[in-house]
């Protein structure tokens, strides 16, 4: 088993549409969890960090948490084209060593 | 956020010669400093992590003696890449953290051709 699994995209969502990006980890320990964009070529760039169960908002991006079901969610609200990229989710057990999802890429239709 | 550099970006080697990168923590003390590995279509895979001043701790199936590390100072890190050869031609990425933040902080990444 993955120690992180992402769905498989790629998700290909209308300009102003919420893209939906689901994680799960196998890990109970992990304690920080993290969504990276990466544009090809690019390195990884950090979106949103979360900690605790539930939500996180930061712009049009929200992030959800639930440990008990092991599960981090991504909504990317009203997308634009330059949200076009590859997402990766990231999860630490605090020890700022990341374990990575293989990424589900993202096309915003203009 | 902190800024992390990488050199080169972009480099292209013989098969048998080696090749080195470096990642530099700009404004923080990075005491801590991590690999990746990302090969195309595929997630970054951890490498190696490397503490200032130690040996660097290897994931299982890297070989220690052909991916040197060295952390000799707080705010550099060099990944030598030994004996390249075309299987080794891959995007490296480092990443640094000061151990207080909980973040780790990424570097530009280094596109490694072997030919």
């Known amino acids: 088993q993955k120690e992180v699994e992402q769905n498989s995209g790629p998700l290909s969502v209308p300009e102003g549409a919420i893209a939906s990006l689901n994680c799960t980890y196998s890990d109970r320990g992990s304690q920080s969890f993290f969504w990276y964009r990466q544009y090809s070529g690019k390195s990884p760039e950090l979106i949103m960090s979360i900690y605790s169960n539930g939500d996180k908002e930061d712009g049009r991006f929200t992030a959800q948490l639930n440990k008990a079901s092991q599960y981090v969610s991504l909504l990317i609200r009203d997308s634009q084209p330059s949200d076009s990229a590859t997402y990766l989710c990231?999860?630490?057990?605090?020890?700022?060593?990341?374990?990575f999802g293989a990424g589900t890429t993202v096309t915003v239709r203009a | 956020g902190a800024v992390v550099s990488q050199h080169p970006s972009r480099v292209i080697c013989k098969s048998g010669t080696s090749v080195k990168i470096e990642c530099r923590s700009l404004?923080?003390?990075?005491?801590?400093m991590f690999w990746y590995r990302q090969f195309p279509k595929q997630s970054l895979m951890l490498m190696a992590t490397s503490n200032e001043g130690s040996k660097a701790t290897y994931e299982q199936g890297v070989e220690k003696d052909k991916f040197l590390i060295n952390h000799a100072s707080l705010t550099l890190s060099t990944l030598t890449v030994t004996s390249a050869h075309p299987e080794d031609s891959s995007f490296y990425i480092c990443s640094a953290s000061d151990n207080l933040n909980t973040e780790a902080f990424f570097g530009q990444g280094t596109r490694l051709t072997v030919v």
């Open positions: 990231a999860v630490s057990p605090n020890d700022y060593k990341l374990s």
């Open positions: 404004d923080f003390q990075a005491t801590t």
